[in-house]
């Protein structure tokens, strides 16, 4: 009992670390993929190719003077970017990173908390989520603040319904709510993952899903809430300090809550592509030395000056990773965790692609297309994949 | 009744919904109101859980306190309803709101009180219901109460076509 607290309390400090870690650097990943899709160098000033810059981020945020206008209804106004943080934090506690492993004799899973509601506990979650911005938006007092919270209220509440029937369908192919069962039934290879599993393959759920989810996470090309050229910075316009950075951070734990969401449910989670026996267990070593001779290649034949310094570091850097994947004591929990951080930081990865290509919705376009195109599809989807699943069981 | 954490729970969740309840009277402004109701909502669910309904706490936070609730918050700040005088209430609320407050309250302690007494006290007590999973759920609807449940979604089919013809004639 005792050594189970300590392993949840260590895991629980684990987790996070590196989520907020993650949050910060996601935010330099994001500038620097748009940047290049916009042929410019993105941060480059602050350490090395802008690497610290996430840090000096966080010290102006933390110094800024937090003002808070005489006209706001303060208690909910303080309250609410609090709320928009806790919520968007709560639903990592159940997604689980890797199978159960054994750490110095104790086992455990990589999972802060294997909950047999675990689906349902993030949908509770990010339907909380919306109280943050929505009063976010009424307490500032102010018309633009107003309008955002109004207009991501109403989208969040259309998309939650596509969203929710997006993911009732692989559910019913797993026969089970909790995250930890739904990824041990996708195992084997590619061919048993949601996506392409028979008897219906569930292509369809995952696009409505990822549709869906980029409405739910404000992104472009659903991010009317806070449409700069319209609405000043909509909900958020008020915020300042620590207070903005809160719906900042929520903003990107959100994201990678819906990454790790639609990996545990349509991508296999954890699960290689193929199994190790065919030699999956190296794929993640040589991608980390192909890193790392491009990067000793590139340093060794330098465009900028700086570069024959930092990139040999970063080549070396990533030729030790190559090394660590291949010992064998750290694969049984490093691999699973490669696997699931490779899936959904490809998701993030499509979140910024289509931030640097799409334009933005029209309002009463975003309205229409949840609940005119695809709700009914969503529908007409969890049905064909009901009669399937009845008719071969 | 011995005190475990469970009891401790309980008795602060109970407590904080019986509060949030009498906000939802006590506040004058709308979103005031409707965020305390959020409050009840919430601890419902949470002592839902502590009796082992883990189902029902997820369906009372997503369908009440997520999609219920965000809805009236919703219409509240669309038409941006102000703050609710406190007067002009009638005389017969004046004279008879107390006693009539006191014999309710009244009345629900004497049930609890006999209800508790003429039950064995194993009955209720946390931990002992574990029929609470999503699959027992969705067992008992669709084989025991399959009547009441399709009767049920019928109502709602009715009530959401009813809107669509008042909302409809209103356009036009």
């Known amino acids: 009992m005792d050594a189970f607290i300590v392993i949840t309390l260590i895991k629980a400090f684990v987790v996070f670390a590196v989520l907020m870690t993650t949050l910060?650097?996601?935010?330099?990943?994001?500038?620097?993929?748009i940047a290049h899709i916009q042929v410019r160098p993105g941060p480059y000033r602050v350490g090395p190719h802008g690497l610290?810059?996430?840090?000096?981020?966080?010290?102006?945020?933390?110094?800024?003077?937090?003002?808070?206008?005489?006209?706001?209804?303060?208690?909910?106004?303080?309250?609410?970017?609090?709320?928009?943080?806790?919520?968007?934090?709560?639903?990592?506690?159940?997604?689980?990173?890797?199978?159960?492993?054994?750490?110095?004799?104790?086992?455990?899973?990589?999972?802060?908390?294997?909950?047999?509601?675990?689906?349902?506990?993030?949908?509770?979650?990010?339907?909380?989520?919306v109280y943050g911005i929505a009063l976010a938006g009424w307490s500032s007092n102010n018309k633009y603040s107003l309008i955002g919270g109004l207009r991501s209220s109403a989208q969040m509440i259309s998309y939650e319904l596509p969203m929710s029937l997006a993911i009732a369908a692989p559910l019913l192919i797993s026969n089970t709510l909790s995250l930890h069962d739904l990824v041990m039934?996708?195992?084997?290879?590619?061919?048993?993952?949601?996506?392409?599993h028979g008897p219906f393959p569930q292509i369809v759920s995952f696009i409505i899903f990822i549709i869906a989810a980029f409405a739910e996470t404000n992104r472009v090309p659903f991010d009317l809430p806070e449409a700069e050229n319209e609405l000043v910075a909509g909900f958020h316009t008020e915020y300042s300090s620590m207070k903005f950075a809160s719906f900042f951070m929520a903003e990107y734990a959100n994201m990678i809550t819906v990454s790790s969401m639609a990996t545990l449910l349509f991508l296999g989670g954890w699960v290689a592509p193929w199994p190790a026996a065919y030699g999956s267990s190296l794929v993640p070593a040589l991608i980390f030395a192909?890193?790392?001779?491009?990067?000793?290649?590139?340093?060794?034949?330098?465009?900028?000056?700086?570069d024959t310094r930092t990139l040999p570091v970063f080549g070396i850097i990533f030729l030790g990773i190559a090394g660590i994947f291949l010992l064998p004591m750290v694969q049984a929990w490093l691999l699973p965790l490669f696997w699931f951080c490779a899936k959904t930081g490809f998701i993030l990865f499509a979140f910024m692609w289509v931030r640097g290509t799409l334009p933005r919705f029209r309002y009463d376009q975003l309205m229409g297309f949840a609940w005119k195109f695809l709700f009914p599809v969503a529908m007409l989807n969890l049905l064909v994949t009901g009669f399937l699943v009845a008719w071969v069981s | 009744m011995p005190i475990t954490p469970d009891v401790i729970l309980f008795v602060v969740f109970a407590l904080i919904a019986v509060a949030s309840a009498i906000n939802v009277v006590v506040q004058t402004h709308p979103i005031s109101s409707a965020l305390s109701l959020v409050g009840v909502m919430g601890s419902l669910a949470i002592l839902y859980l502590l009796l082992g309904a883990e189902f029902i706490a997820a369906a009372q936070v997503i369908v009440y306190a997520g999609a219920v609730m965000v809805l009236f918050i919703f219409v509240i700040m669309l038409l941006n309803a102000g703050t609710e005088s406190k007067k002009g209430r009638s005389f017969m609320v004046q004279l008879l709101g107390v006693p009539l407050l006191v014999a309710l309250l009244g009345l629900v302690a004497f049930f609890v009180q006999r209800i508790y007494y003429d039950t064995p006290r194993e009955t209720v007590h946390f931990g002992g219901f574990t029929g609470g999973s999503a699959?027992?759920?969705?067992?008992?609807?669709f084989t025991t109460y399959l009547l009441p449940f399709e009767v049920t979604s019928v109502l709602i089919l009715i009530a959401i076509i009813g809107a669509v013809v008042l909302a409809r004639k209103e356009m036009e």
Do not use: C
């Not at chain 1, 910060?24 to 993929?33: D, H, T």
């Not at chain 1, 996430?54 to 970017?81: G, H, M, R």
């Not at chain 1, 899973?109 to 509770?124: C, E, R, S, T």
């Not at chain 1, 990067?295 to 034949?301: I, P, S, V």
């Open chain 2, 135 to 141: 699959q027992d759920i969705g067992h008992a609807l």
């Open chain 1, 52 to 129: 610290l810059q996430p840090l000096a981020d966080v010290i102006k945020l933390i110094t800024k003077e937090d003002l808070i206008p005489p006209y706001v209804n303060k208690p909910l106004y303080l309250a609410a970017p609090f709320l928009a943080i806790t919520m968007a934090l709560l639903s990592i506690s159940v997604i689980p990173f890797g199978p159960v492993i054994e750490v110095f004799g104790y086992k455990t899973a990589m999972q802060l908390a294997d909950l047999n509601i675990g689906v349902l506990f993030v949908l509770a979650a990010s339907s909380m989520g």
């Open chain 1, 290 to 306: 192909a890193a790392g001779v491009v990067a000793l290649y590139h340093g060794a034949h330098a465009a900028r000056q700086r």
């Open chain 1, 24 to 33: 910060a650097y996601l935010q330099w990943v994001e500038r620097k993929v």
């Open chain 1, 185 to 196: 039934k996708q195992q084997g290879s590619i061919l048993n993952w949601n996506i392409l």
